[in-house]
């Protein structure tokens, strides 16, 4: 048993490390604890340390990290967003904020959790990701029919679902069936719709819930792209970071939007439609399709249909109303956004794992996220006898 007064025989260098790699400073931290600078700047010289409980808000709510790493002897040697971000020019990785920093570290645990409950094999037989591979010379719209048929989603199909809640919920069942984990979670940043890790078992996409619904549909489908590259990738909100971008960097991006665009509103099934210009008619196409009007209204665009200002004046419209209904719909129940954040495959995976007598209830907790104690609540509302409702 821990006595909570000792001084804990945590890592200086590792509470260091932890801090500096999401890019907080101590006075950051120590806002964070109503503490002082310098009671941080003890902690990390080794004169005093934190109390076990506040460790655990340090590893589990600040740094992101497993409780666990503080106490290792030497610093852990790890990946960093220039080895994953391989198609982002440094400029951009560098001036990655905290928040996204904290997002990374926590899709890297994310990829290590599916590691420990997959014992190290492969999800499924063969996946996404083995079937196919995106390069500077691919062509976009073969590439994008011979997925849609991999996954066995026809347009008619795709038109039935008629929301694009609907449109992610299916989205995300058919690319986790075929080995593509998606995470998500609030960003509190909407400069990132969101982002991917490759792995060759475990890619995983996270996705920026705060984000409409459409926006999330689109990001699936750009991360994917970036994932065939076999890289890491960012989906950002505006248009202006990726014109600060130039040659191979510039073309990546510009390939994954048109990977995305192409996969959800093939151009041949577009064009079977009449280029009506009318809010009424982008909403028609949108709700067909299952996409955001912007999408819709970018498809006209790259055909001559429409000028740059038009498109410019109705997508700032149209982005506006919709971040105004996500900011109404937000918060809610702990346990649902939990249930929305990690997904039923995922969710399964561990209750399986745990109803198998395989992992302890201490590792369920961990693996979701959700205090041990707090567990049977959990179960209670979004579970069924570990069955997901």
Same mark, same amino acid.
């Given at each position: ?73 030497? @610093? ?130 996270? @996705? ?45 991006? @510009? ?39 912007? @999408? ?94």
């Amino acid at each position: 048993m821990v006595n909570m007064k000792e001084k804990l025989p945590i890592n200086k260098d590792v509470l260091i490390w932890a801090r500096t790699s999401i890019g907080l400073s101590t006075d950051e931290v120590a806002d964070k604890f109503k503490k002082t600078s310098r009671d941080i700047e003890e902690w990390e010289d080794g004169t005093t340390s934190p109390t076990y409980s506040q460790l655990e808000r340090l590893a589990h709510e600040i740094y992101k990290r497993p409780l666990a790493v503080f106490f290792f002897p030497t @610093v852990p040697t790890e990946e960093t967003p220039k080895t994953d971000f391989r198609t982002l020019p440094d400029t951009i990785i560098e001036k990655l904020p905290p928040e996204i920093l904290k997002l990374y570290r926590r899709a890297k645990l994310f990829q290590l959790y599916l590691e420990e409950l997959y014992e190290g094999s492969n999800p499924v037989q063969k996946s996404l990701i083995d079937s196919f591979v995106m390069n500077e010379r691919s062509g976009i719209e073969s590439i994008t029919k011979d997925i849609r048929k991999e996954l066995g989603i026809t347009i008619d199909e795709q038109a039935r679902w008629n929301s694009a809640e609907t449109a992610f919920k299916k989205w995300r069942e058919v690319l986790e069936s075929h080995g593509v984990f998606v995470f998500k979670d609030a960003f509190k940043n909407d400069t990132y719709s969101g982002f991917c890790l490759y792995d060759s078992k475990y890619p995983i996409i996270f @996705v920026n819930n705060s984000m409409p619904d459409s926006r999330q549909v689109f990001t699936l489908f750009h991360e994917l792209c970036h994932l065939l590259y076999r890289s890491g990738g960012i989906d950002f909100r505006s248009n202006e970071i990726m014109h600060t971008f130039n040659g191979y960097y510039l073309n990546i991006e @510009v390939s994954c939007n048109k990977f995305s665009n192409e996969f959800l509103v093939p151009q041949e099934v577009f064009d079977s439609f009449q280029p009506l210009i009318s809010e009424t008619h982008f909403q028609h196409l949108a709700d067909y399709f299952s996409v955001s009007r912007e @999408v819709i209204m970018r498809n006209y665009l790259d055909r001559g249909l429409i000028d740059e200002n038009y498109y410019k004046q109705m997508a700032t419209k149209w982005i506006e109303k919709a971040k105004e209904h996500k900011d109404e719909s937000t918060g809610g129940n702990y346990f649902y956004n939990q249930k929305a954040y990690l997904g039923d495959k995922y969710i399964n995976l561990v209750y399986r794992k745990y109803y198998q007598n395989q992992i302890a209830i201490d590792n369920v907790a961990e693996y979701l996220n959700i205090k041990a104690k707090n567990l049977p609540a959990f179960e209670f509302l979004v579970m069924d006898g570990g069955k997901l409702k």
